[in-house]
């Protein structure tokens, strides 16, 4: 088995392989009918490929990257898988099933490097980028349990572990393969890309015309505060962030959805709101508001119903949309910023 992930190749990748190799690229589009509709783990059930062609596809290429190590099932529905790399490290991805919506939240990176201090993910620190085929590769293997029940994965947001735009290539490359009319078919509004605010990545996903629609983890209303739980916002602080926004709202003519945990006494006070406000009110966004969850840091607790209410009621007022997120998958750790296991690395022989 070749080492390479086939899911990895873009379309034109492929076709430039399958011609090098003497065979006509029309192949390409078969092969990747087969991984991307077919849904298929094998190259040997690939039946209008050549046997020829099927042999230097297994010489050259893997099909499969992740071995399933365990699965959750949480009482509200969530789904959460644990998958094993090739190299032995484990990352984790969430279905999240709502009415006709079926989401799934995938990882990028094995761990995070970017140590916000209210997620469990970056506890883990950072091991390695995820490849374009481990990205497709966790969606596929939700594709293939909905389809046991007749079911499809209506959107992707890739707020797993790990900082996407930390590994723009090959986010951006997933996105590509996932937006393909022929094979995923997946609209761009349907792929959701979150960032704590990488800036000058920012610009380069407006340039490179990813599709994919944008979530920025404000969190921080203030360089101050944002600074001290947020620590990329040293590097670009908010006014570089809001500027990077307002580009991808002016170049894609979409509107920025700013993610926004709620930390008692921190993020979540009459002070934040009116800062918030101030944000938002000027920009064409709308806010996702979410309790924290359990992280490992006992100085972030969630705020009471009533500090939430007030918060809520401040920035109602100024008509800003802001929508307060039930969180899923609580009791199965698979919520945001929940994300992380102990990476112990499998002995070899
Ligand atoms: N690294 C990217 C995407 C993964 S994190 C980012 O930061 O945007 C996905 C989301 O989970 C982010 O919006 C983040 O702010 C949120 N999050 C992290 N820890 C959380 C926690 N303990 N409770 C609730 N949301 C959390
Ligand atoms: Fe990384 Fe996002 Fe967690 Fe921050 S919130 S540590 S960027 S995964």
Known sequence: MGMLDIKSLSTSELKGWTESISHKPFRADQIQNWLFKGLVDSFDVMENVPVDL???LKYHFRIQSLEESNRLESTDGTIKFAFKTHDGHFIETVLI????RFSVCVSTQIGCAMGCTFCRTATMGFIRNLETGEILEQ?????????????????IIFMGMGEPLQNLDNVHRACVTLHERKHLNMGAKRLTISTSGVVPKIFELIERETPCHLAVSLNGTNDEMRSKIMPVNRRWPMAELLGACDAYTQKTGNEVTFEYVMIQGITCTPQAAKELLKITQQRSCKVNAILINASENPAHLPPTQKEVDEFLDIVRAGEVKITMRTPRGRDILAACGQLAIKQKKVASC
């Open 54 to 56: 099927r042999d230097k």
């Open 97 to 100: 099933p709502a009415r006709e």
């Open 139 to 155: 969606i596929i293997r939700v594709k293939r349990l909905l389809a046991e029940q007749g079911a499809d994965v209506t959107n």
